[in-house]
């Protein structure tokens, strides 16, 4: 499902706006769906959710009515969406990340499934037994699942290091008062097992969600 570009003006580059490019016979609900991310992308960076080597490697590619997004500075955290066959596939190579993309997806109507290495598009090397997800949806479901995806997928970047350090990260995003969201936190995490921090990663992306909505 990846976008191929082809030089010697197989494609042709015809609008850029933020981090989205439209190329030549670019699909405009596609080229929308990629804004929608971008705002997203913008508004969490704002509150300070990425990394900046993560931040400064996104970039949304659309060429017909296909998306791709790269998600950040590792080469293979992409997402690629088909808006003809109203499918979605998401690469992470951690799967904590994957876990809260699938969960936060479902959760608009999409019915979703981990990839495994060997279905994979992307190179990429699996931590575990999965390398990503695939939803898809129905078009009945499109103006929710299109509405919600792009925002999803903005919260994908930088999510692992978010879960491995949520005090850095989420009382400033969450609060105004910092120190009691942060202690709040912190008492949180001590009766966690740290293989559970990816729940609290997705609580807090559902915050900001509705905020962003």
């Not at 991310?37 to 300070?48: R, S, T």
């Not at 879960?163 to 936190?185: D, F, G, H």
């Amino acid at each position: 499902m990846a976008i191929i570009l082809r030089r010697g003006g197989g494609c042709l580059l015809v609008r850029r706006e933020g981090k989205c490019q439209l190329y030549k016979g670019g699909d405009e609900r596609a080229f929308q769906v990629c804004r929608v991310w971008d705002e997203a992308a913008e508004q969490l960076n704002k509150i300070g959710l990425y990394l900046p080597e993560d931040y400064n490697s996104l970039k949304g590619v659309v060429s017909g009515r296909k998306v791709e997004l790269r998600l950040g500075s590792e080469p293979w955290h992409k997402a690629h969406i088909d808006l003809d066959n109203r499918v979605l596939e998401y690469y992470n190579d951690e799967l904590d990340v994957q876990m809260n993309v699938l969960d936060l997806m479902e959760k608009t109507g999409a019915v979703c499934e981990f990839i495994s290495p060997w279905e994979a598009e992307e190179e990429i090397v699996a931590k575990g037994s999965h390398v990503g997800v695939r939803c898809w949806w129905s078009k009945e479901q499109d103006k929710e699942v299109l509405e919600n995806m792009p925002k999803i997928l903005a919260f994908a970047t930088s999510m692992e290091a978010r879960i491995y350090e949520p005090t850095k990260y989420w009382p400033k995003a969450l609060s105004k008062n910092e120190q009691r969201v942060r202690e709040a936190m912190e008492a949180l995490i001590e009766e966690w097992e740290q293989d559970e921090w990816y729940k609290l990663e997705r609580k807090f992306d559902e915050i900001i969600l509705k905020e962003i909505s």
